[in-house]
């Protein structure tokens, strides 16, 4: 190919990559219309995953009225982003006898939506992610470039994440139930792969929402006999009760419940440097000496590519200056390791048993 034709062949695909990048809109917001409406309950309906058409999924979910060819739009949509899985048929059609039908099965990553597995479904964290407070927020990420001393989310709605929720009951309900969702699948790996919790009594998790962490902790370390879990009033005070576990409503910028350890997850990522030294120096003055803080949060990788793990991770960090602080952000490694160093911590160490998630070791 020559130099010119060469040129212009990429000059057409980078134009097809903005396109693709300016619709890409198009795939969060689908993927919530199909949380919304039920698609993948209805296609894993009995524990079949027999592949439905669009018609057929509508018949098990809507009112009449409802448009099927809307639904086989988003559905092949999906398709290409892993979501479904989509099966071409040949069917009779009243106009020619005969016509293509397209059915669709759950993927993997289609299943990981069905809501009747209780506690893993990533339903409700979709569900979350597209409520209109955080809908507002997001025309604005320019802002957090231009002035990131208030994030987005607060410009939008006049205050902090964390503080709209606990006026807002139905969205506090659906943050306890997206954040069950997503942590019993990661805490059924953690258990697997880290046994930091041996000679651990009385365990801390700070933050600790519904509890679900502390539950699963217990059921695998016996040894552990006294959880408490530590979050916002309001927060503790939705909490199920859980045998061997004490719900405490408090602030962890102002003091921590002691404990033989600390467990914290998807806490420090929400927050500045500075904010995260002084949790971590309450968890410091609430640990023995020989205590851990265990805290299990996203971790960048030093270089970038495109690989599932690195973009879901980089689009996390943009959601967390986006939602929840301009400056909160997801860090590197050895950015963790530097904060913990900054608070009097000796020891440091990583464990990578989640794509996602990083279990890292903090050691009085
Ligand atoms: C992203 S959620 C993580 C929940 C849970 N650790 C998990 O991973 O499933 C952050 C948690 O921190 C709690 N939180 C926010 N500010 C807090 C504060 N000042 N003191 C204690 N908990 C707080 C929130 O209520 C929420 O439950």
Known sequence: MALNEESAEKRKSARLVIFELANMISVPMSLNAIVRLKVADAIWQGGSNAPLSASQILQRIASTGSDPENLQRILRMLTSYGVFEEHLTIESSPLDGSASA???SL?????????????LSYAPYVLQHHQDALMKAWPLVHEAVLDPTTEPFVKANGEPAYDYYGKQPEMNELMLKAMSGVSVPFMEAMLDGYDGFKGVERLVDVGGSAGDCLRMILKKH???????NFDLPEVVAKAPIIPGVTNVGGDMFKSIPDGDAIFMKWIL?????NECKLIMENCYKALPVGGKLIACE???P????????????LEGDIFVMTIYRAKGKH?????????????????????????????????K
């Open 107 to 119: 993927t993997e990553v289609g299943k990981t939506l069905v809501t009747d597995t209780e506690g």
């Open 102 to 104: 397209r059915k669709y």
């Open 269 to 273: 990522t929400t927050w500045t440097d």
């Open 302 to 313: 030093k270089d970038s590519d495109d690989s599932h793990r690195t973009r879901a991770l």
């Open 331 to 363: 860090r590197t490694e050895e950015e963790f390791k530097q904060l913990g160093q900054s608070v009097g911590f000796s020891h440091f160490r990583a464990f990578y048993v989640d794509y996602f998630y990083t279990v890292l070791e903090f050691q």
């Open 222 to 228: 016996p040894g552990v006999r006294q959880g408490i």
């Open 298 to 300: 996203p971790v960048l």
